[in-house]
Nanobody, 124 residues
Framework: QVQLVESGGGLVQTGGSLSLSCVAS????????MAWFRQAPGKERDFVAAINWSGGRTYYGDSVKGRFTISRDNTENATHLQMNSLSPDDTAVYFC?????????????????WGQGTQVTVSS
């Protein structure tokens, strides 16, 4: 069983930055893709970013391209999401997810393991 634990959420003003982290523990089958999704109240869970096992491939949702950066450190089984130029539209619960392989990287239903989520609130 894989456990994912997110950290780093909080409250920030418009234009500010936040960094999220996610650490995986348990049996993590290699190679595994790690990703971030977010869900605002009353909305669907949206793809934010994903990174492949080696870190050589990254994928971003259209709304965060150029503002967010995903990275990973396999020595710590961790992935990080640096979020810059935040706006109120970025307010959501952010979830870390992992899956074996790279297929369907932007599709939430492709992911096998999920964290509990961390709240990000951007004030105007």
């Amino acid at each position: 069983q894989v456990q994912l634990v997110e950290s780093g959420g909080g409250l920030v003003q418009t234009g500010g930055s936040l960094s999220l982290s996610c650490v995986a523990s348990g049996r993590t089958p290699s190679p595994y893709t790690m990703a971030w999704f977010r869900q605002a109240p009353g909305k669907e869970r949206d793809f934010v970013a994903a990174i492949n096992w080696s870190g050589g491939r990254t994928y971003y949702g259209d709304s965060v391209k150029g503002r967010f950066t995903i990275s990973r450190d396999n020595t710590e089984n961790a992935t990080h999401l640096q979020m810059n130029s935040l706006s109120p539209d970025d307010t959501a619960v952010y979830f870390c997810a992992s899956k074996y392989g790279l297929g369907g990287v932007a599709r939430a239903t492709s992911y096998e393991h999920w964290g509990q989520g961390t709240q990000v609130t951007v004030s105007s």
